[in-house]
């Protein structure tokens, strides 16, 4: 591949069950290839996994997940987890979870060959709403940026019901400017890089 | 200067609920005797109600003075007249008072322990317990450790280097630096840990004691008091020193690109919003000032190891240029050996090798410039973790964290030890 067009990646690593309890078997070897195309972000990612959960399990999980999360009061001012001493109270790890998630959808779309996020913090809950039957999330997130060393706020509204694909709507805040990345990004309900599991 | 502003308060508070809204506060920066002559005048009209905080001296000197807010005009509009250059210290003298004491009727109170065996090396610190801390350890081990002040912070904290020595006479020195970036918690909570460790493995581990008989240890444990302090009041992903830019509004200066090597190159930032902004010249950060001063007028320091997190890498020469340093092969060598004696005991797997070709291009970086004095075996360490959690490594991780590092440290002193030069 021309440097100057683009730049392949090809990864291979193992998946565990996210949150995988102990003595639990890692689940299957996965290849994955990555491209970045002109420098830009959201690089085109191939996965293919061996093994992994079946899909009626997947579809149960999730509706276990999804009867929690409904019965959750979040206390609105569930700022900083974790808090500065990195620590997560196990009543808010669903919501730590699911933050994490869509999370996860801004730094794949916002990675590119010169950056690269973690995430630090989910520093704020602006909203968590389930009257309907979708889990309703608004919240912001601190992302740790690679090698600017900045810190970049994201708002994130994620939108879940289990079997339809996760919607997420961003919008992160440039250094100091004005400079914007936001977008919508539907969980395809197909692709291996699905929310189930979570 | 906090304690002059709670001191102000309680005066306020004695004559009668006195209150700054709009009170500023400005250095002066009087460039001849005649400028510092004219801002005695000044000082002599009293009806401007000027309070003098550092009083006018002679040029050079800068000249701090709180004006409320009735006269800030007329004494701006008097000094740009002169052509007398100040700049804003505090812009509102009041929200400042009104922050600090929240913080403090917010702030836990400070825990007091008797002895650094009760000390909790399980927990993260505020700079108070880790002064407390220093000067417990000090008392407990005179023959052994002192306290060396190299220097005060921009805001005017003293900075602290502990010197671990059994005697000689400026003897080779090994210098250990935690915490230059403020967030990277479980770097200072380290250095604790290993400040005591060394007191407790003198006298019982063999290895351990040949390396002090011989060389003496410095250890800086918060080399970046202003940005720590910054991490517990207000924002705890503060990563800078807190020095004010004149000409931006933003704060601070990446203590890891302001050292004189590579200077202002690629690899950081003239933003001074830039979470990587290198300062407007090399060395303009007191904080690193002093460690530049220290290891100058030392002379004799053989091994110098600057700890950050995060990332579990150990790294080395040069950060500003790709070009192999040109002791590359034993550095290699004994950075291999080094976090293959740090994963022996929890498995914790750490990536090695220049800091330019592991983890990015960094100019004016640490290691860049003590190696360029002429120190062989300079390190920078990225602890814990990769990325799970980051700064906000929860504290139950310390001590295998600090556990694990000492042993890596250890390969390198006697690695340092094993090989004069």
Redesign the interface.
Known sequence: VDPKRGCKVDVVFSTERYNQEEGEQRLGKCSAHVFFKNQKPRPAVNVTCTRLIEKKKREEEDQLLYKRMKQLKVPLDAA?I??????IDASLRPIWDLAFLGASYVMWEKTSQSLHY?L??LSSVKQWKTNDDAIDFDYTV?L?E??????IPCRIHLVWYPGKPLKVKYNCQG??TSEEASGTVEGSAVAPTELSNI | MQGLLVFTVLLGVAFGNEDFVGHQVLRISAADEAQVQKVKELEDLEHLKLDFWRGPTNPGSPIDVRVPFSSVQAVKVFLESLGIRYKIMIEDVQSLLDEEKEQMLSSKPRTWVRSTDAFNYATYHTLEEIHDFVDLLVSENPQLVSKIQIGNTYEGRPIYVLKFSTGGNNRPAIWIDTGIHSREWVTQASGVWFAKKITEDYGQDPAFTAILDSMDIFLEIVTNPDGFAFTHSKNRLWRKTRSLTAGSSCVGVDPNRNWDAGFGKAGASSNPCSDTYHGKFANSEVEVKSIVDFVQSHGNIKAFISIHSYSQLLLYPYGYKSEDAPDKEELDQLAKSAVTALASLYGTKYQYGSIIKTIYEASGSTVDWTYSQGIKYSYTFELRDTGRYGFLLPASQIIPTAKETWLALLTIMEHTLNHPY
């Open positions: 900083s974790p808090d500065s001493r990195g620590h973690y630090v913090q601190l740790h690679f090698p600017t060393q900045e810190i250094l100091q």
